[in-house]
Nanobody, 118 residues
Framework: QVQLVESGGGLVQAGDSLRLSCAAS????????MGWFRQAPGKEREIVAR????????YYLDSVKGRFTISRDNAKNTVYLQMNSLKPEDTAVYYC???????????WGQGTQVTVSS
């Protein structure tokens, strides 16, 4: 059974940093793209960052460019999101997801809360 487990969320102050991790189990995702989404209260889920299977191509939401970095370790079946210079508007539940090119984002984690106080 495939599982994606996020960790690393928490309550921080504006300007602080957090590193989210998403460990996958049940199958290898080395041939799949991986990504991070977030959903704030009352808002739609949005994609924050995406990384291709080899890690050489990335995409970022405009509002996080220059502050967030997505990376992956295929040997560990894990994707990371380094978040620097956090802002209150980054407050949301963050989800990792996997896109194996078949049905879009096929697999999702349960989410981890990130709260940034001003």
């Amino acid at each position: 059974q495939v599982q994606l487990v996020e960790s690393g969320g928490g309550l921080v102050q504006a300007g602080d940093s957090l590193r989210l991790s998403c460990a996958a189990s049940g199958r290898t995702f080395s041939s799949c793209a991986m990504g991070w989404f977030r959903q704030a209260p009352g808002k739609e889920r949005e994609i924050v960052a995406r990384i291709n299977h080899a890690g050489g191509r990335t995409y970022y939401l405009d509002s996080v460019k220059g502050r967030f970095t997505i990376s992956r370790d295929n040997a560990k079946n894990t994707v990371y999101l380094q978040m620097n210079s956090l802002k209150p508007e980054d407050t949301a539940v963050y989800y990792c997801a996997v896109d194996c090119g078949i049905r879009g984002w096929d697999y999702w984690g349960q989410g981890t809360q990130v709260t940034v106080s001003s």
